[in-house]
């Protein structure tokens, strides 16, 4: 079974990540985007400062509509203050994983129309699946804005390769 400590954890270095990847922003690139209707890297900042927090109360809750608050808040959202933002998300984050019972842990859901799990199943899925896919692309949004040194220690360990 997988902890709650564990998955905390995991939550942990997976913001530190986000967070080392989002100081490789390229000034003035906030504004870049792959295509239309895909989302600038500005915004996706902007997401990634909240949404983690929303989907654990809605998963908490088995709610999807609680989103409002974190998305209005992460409106001003922006590179300067982001990894405060994180900080702050983080801790809403644990206070809400760790102030749920084993028996909210087991009850089942159906979120998001993914199917019947338990609750602790939709949080180590959406939570740590969630976060791979979403810095994956900001990685990818960086390399593309013209930070070419960024590389995979940058993306899976959070840290700058040594230049030898």
Request: charge should be negative; aromatic fraction near 10%; glycine fraction near 6%.
């Amino acid at each position: 079974m997988y902890t709650k400590q564990e998955l905390t954890a995991a939550i942990k270095n997976e913001f530190r990540i986000i967070k080392h990847l989002a100081t490789k922003v390229p000034r003035e690139t906030e504004g870049y985007k792959p295509t239309e209707g895909q989302r600038t890297t500005l915004e996706l900042l902007q997401y990634l400062s909240y949404i983690f927090a929303g989907v654990a109360k809605a998963i908490e809750k088995n709610d999807n509509t609680l989103y409002g608050p974190y998305v209005e808040r992460a409106q001003t959202t922006n590179l300067e203050n982001f990894a405060e933002r994180m900080d702050e998300q983080e801790n809403d984050l644990i206070a809400t994983i760790n102030g749920l019972t084993d028996e909210d842990l087991n009850t089942i859901i159906n979120l998001y129309n993914q199917g019947d799990k338990t609750k602790a199943a939709y949080l180590v899925q959406c939570l740590l699946g969630w976060s791979a896919a979403y810095k994956m692309q900001l990685f990818l949004y960086i390399k593309a804005s013209g930070n070419s040194a960024l590389n995979t220690a940058n993306l899976w360990g959070g840290i700058d390769m040594p230049v030898n």
